[in-house]
């Protein structure tokens, strides 16, 4: 059934209220159950797992990923399964709608952990205790919400902006619900299945499962005077340097340089494949360029010329230098320089974006009725109410947590407002947040206004992206609603529901993957590792570093190297810009290129590669190729994400465990 809509003529002409009205009369379901117990709980239990999943990849690749689409796939197809069996009724349209909106709540709850949070905890060197995390995460995301609902009125209601992530899901709700189904039931099948193969590759490649069933459950220690259990390697070139060392095969150099010290390595990672195929050609080959121009060509030449030092031993021997090392001491500076420059030109490019967010806000047209839908809206005297309360909190916060001063916390607040107006209109346009560019901005206001403290840029930047984004997600989950007829008080509330579910899912997660207690103590010193680079915190940390301590201490090569990549970045983006994003190049995606490891880099841009080819040779819509390559793209994407991430954080449990 084609959803209904407005013409261009009515959305312009027509008065807020007689656009309630027609889609009172038109659009609304009535009492069609929405947020039930089984929504709401399956919401919880779904949202929990893939903010599990987006922890884990937010760890490698400073990536958060929407799992909208994903969680109404699936819940679609597991209701289904249960009727069938008779152990239930299919779920209603506006019960998967309630669903998804809980489930991808919770997904954005890892954001904070993997950027401004992570970032604090590098530069205080110091561990922000569970509750902490948890209550800042939960208060920072309920202003959120309550900033958001009084724009929903404007940007939805009235205004009909298109939020065409948001569109999309309402959708393909529609299609699942009243046309074909059978195309939701075999894309939960293509995610099941390719879920289950990358998590069985996984387990092979998990030590800790491994440990499990070859010495507690096998004793093949004992049996066999094995020291460490038998598993697939995750870096491939593990076997040839295992060889190597025993029978003296040459090892790859770079102006004199271990290739391996460089960081590359080639490895097999089955959750980079699935977010390079989500990534595409363009962004994970922006990524993979700038991986090599920094580990192959400027790394090696920096160490030679001295400008990267390797650390000496006691007995004063020179040390093998790591990926991270050289990424701190040098390759940081170019690499957030071009993000950080390529982001703003971005979000200053679209004077639309930033004009447009204030528009309508102080002209109000005449009302011409009664407000027929104020019963199902969320009642605006809880945000009158609610933002000052929950402002208050996150600024004593601020102040007791994190050490802010309370002025500048409450300075914060208005700023929230001015940074949220321009976040939800970007996402109601373009379906992009430009949560990035608004936290520079935030950095480097308070840097300046208190340049020695790098918490204070750090967490009042955080106060505002944290809001402005989750305010701008929210009505984006609300769009769908409003397009099947959904109750928006019940949207509200299982927002709220999904912010608890993300909370209680990744705040203990956070600590179990990157925090682990060695020989009974947690140390900041394991945030960054190889196998969790933390690219968005290190991002935040770099930028704060920037603003505390300029310049003046960086090598002169990293300075020319920032002016080169300013440069360049404004050069790729305004050709980015007027080409109308045909340009190949990205100049975000080429400075996250080096802050991650080149062995994600590489298997996320083969990702893209075999979706993009596969998509080539299956462009015929209707075949079966098509089918599997093009339309079934996300869930094949999703799978593989989720079961390698939900398999590689149970490794991580067995490891603490064992």
Partial sequence: MALQHLTDEQVRTWTREQKDQWWFTNIFRGDLPQLTLRSALTGFLLGGLLSATNLYIGGKTGVSLGVGLTSVILAFAMFKVLSRIGLGGDFTI?????????????????????????????????????????????????????????????????????????????????????????????????????????????????????????????????????TSPWHLRERIDDYYYLLAAKYDYWIPKILGTDIRELGLRVGF????????????????????????????????????????????????????????????????????????????????????????????????????????????????????VGVPVFGFLASWMAHDFFGVKWYLALLALPLIFVLTLIATNAMALTSWTPTGSLSKITQFTFGAIERGN???????????????????????????GYMLGAKPRQQAMGHVIGIFAGALASTPLFFLLFLPKQDGVRSVSTLLTDEFPMPAAVQWKGVADLISHGISGLPMSAVISMAVAAVLAIVFEVLRITTKGRFPLSAISIG???????????????????????????SVKGTRGNELWVECVEPICAGLIAGAALIGIGNAIVNVLI
């Fill in 94 to 226: 506006l019960e998967n709608n309630a669903m998804q909106s809980i489930a991808t709540a919770a997904g954005y709850m890892t954001s904070p952990l993997i950027a401004s949070l992570a970032a604090y905890m590098l530069i205080a060197n110091r561990i922000v205790p569970w509750w902490q995390l948890l209550l800042w995460n939960v208060v920072l995301s309920i202003l959120g919400v309550l900033v958001a609902f009084p724009m929903k009125r404007r940007f939805i209601n009235d205004e009909q902006q298109p939020f065409p992530e948001g569109r999309a899901c309402g959708v393909v709700l529609d299609t699942l619900y009243n046309s074909d189904a059978h195309v939701g039931l075999f894309k939960a099948r293509v995610l099941a299945i390719s879920a289950a193969a990358a998590g069985f590759l996984q387990f092979l490649m998990g030590e800790g499962f491994m440990k499990l069933i070859q010495f507690r459950i096998l004793g093949l220690d004992e049996k066999l005077g094995w």
């Fill in 269 to 384: 990672d089955v959750a980079m494949i699935g977010v390079g195929g989500l990534m595409g050609i363009r962004v994970a080959g922006s990524v993979l360029i700038g991986t090599l121009v920094n580990f192959v060509v400027l790394a090696p030449w920096m160490i030679e010329r001295g400008d990267i030092v390797r650390g000496v031993a006691a007995d004063g021997t020179l040390m093998k230098l790591s990926r991270a090392e050289i990424v701190n001491q040098w390759s940081l500076w170019w690499g957030i320089t071009m993000m950080v420059v390529a982001s703003l030109v971005a979000l200053f490019a679209r004077p639309k974006v930033i004009l447009g967010a204030f528009k309508g806000m102080f002209s109000k047209k005449a009302a011409r009725g009664p407000d027929v839908v104020a019963h199902i809206e969320l009642p605006l005297w809880v945000s009158y």
């Fill in 454 to 480: 790098p918490a204070v840029n750090l967490m009042t930047a955080g106060m505002t992206a944290e809001v402005a984004s989750n305010a701008a997600n929210l009505l984006s989950d609300i769009k769908p």
């Fill in 592 to 618: 996250l290129g080096v802050v991650l490891p080149p062995d994600a880099c590489l298997a996320m841009f083969a990702g893209a590669f075999v979706f993009w080819t596969m998509g080539r040779r299956n």
